[in-house]
């Protein structure tokens, strides 16, 4: 079984910054894709960014493309989101996940954390 742990959130102002954490265990890190999602109040949950196994391979959505970047560090079996520009309609609560493939992350599937609160104020 594949465990990961979300760590970063916290409140930020719109316009700032906030780098998000993901460590995993239980699984060759190398092996597994990594990806992030989040979901607002009322809201369905939305991925935001994927990772493939080597990197090679990296999914963003539109809503976040140019803000949001994805990477993953080998050496502590780590996956990073690092959050730019922050606006108000990125509140949410954000979740690593980890699975095979990019493709069944975006199926939903995959080993989940326990979220982390991401909240921006105007």
């Known amino acids: 079984q594949v465990h990961v742990v979300e760590s970063g959130g916290g409140l930020v102002q719109a316009g700032g910054s906030l780098r998000l954490s993901c460590a995993a265990s239980?699984?060759?890190?190398?092996?597994?894709?990594m990806g992030w999602f989040r979901q607002a109040p009322g809201k369905e949950r939305e991925l935001l960014a994927a990772?493939?196994?080597?990197?090679?391979?990296?999914y963003y959505a539109g809503s976040v493309m140019g803000r949001f970047t994805i990477s993953r560090d080998y050496a502590r079996n780590t996956v990073y989101l690092q959050m730019n520009s922050l606006k108000p309609e990125d509140t949410a609560v954000y979740y690593c996940?980890?699975?095979?493939?990019?493709?069944?992350?975006?199926?939903?599937?995959?080993?989940w954390g326990q979220g982390t609160q991401v909240t921006v104020s105007s």
């Open positions: 996940v980890t699975d095979p493939t990019v493709q069944t992350i975006q199926l939903g599937l995959g080993s």
């Open positions: 239980g699984r060759t890190f190398s092996s597994y894709a």
């Open positions: 990772i493939s196994g080597t990197a090679e391979g990296i």
